[in-house]
């Protein structure tokens, strides 16, 4: 049954997608992850290195092949079951991703934990695209 949900929200995913370009998408996605008020909140290991970021595939579904990244590395787009197998440290929870002409419109959770206490930030994200740049006109960080 889990195997059927995910099949039908990778599907749904495919189709709202459509009329998003996988450009406009990868570098709306990229803005999100790269908002300054949300880079405190990245944690770093042992080393200062920081831990690998992942994107959960639930509510919002990304398209396969879309690739961003984080401090030198791919952010991983998972299912659930990967997050925990894998016990990450951070992890996004888009609820809506919806590009229209050149106007986006992003929600997000953005979990994250030290010490073992887990937190999480609420963001909403509005982007206006300029000719071929995408620019942040307005985003709200929210801790609960």
Known sequence: MKRYLL????????????????TDQAVVLQKCLDLPALQQYYPVAAG???????????????????????????????????????????????????IKGNKANVTFDFYYNYNMNKTFLNSTVVLNKNGD??????????GR
């Open 7 to 22: 099949i039908f929200a990778m599907l749904l995913g495919v189709v709202y997608s459509r009329g998003q370009s996988a």
């Open 48 to 98: 200062g290195i920081h831990q690998q970021v992942y994107i959960m595939q639930y509510p919002y579904v990304f398209p396969a092949g879309i690739q961003v990244s984080k401090f030198g590395k791919l952010v991983q787009i998972v299912d659930r079951s990967t997050v925990v197998d894998k016990q990450a440290v951070a992890y996004f929870l888009f609820q809506t991703f919806s």
């Open 133 to 142: 740049t995408w620019t942040v006109s307005d985003s709200k960080l929210i």
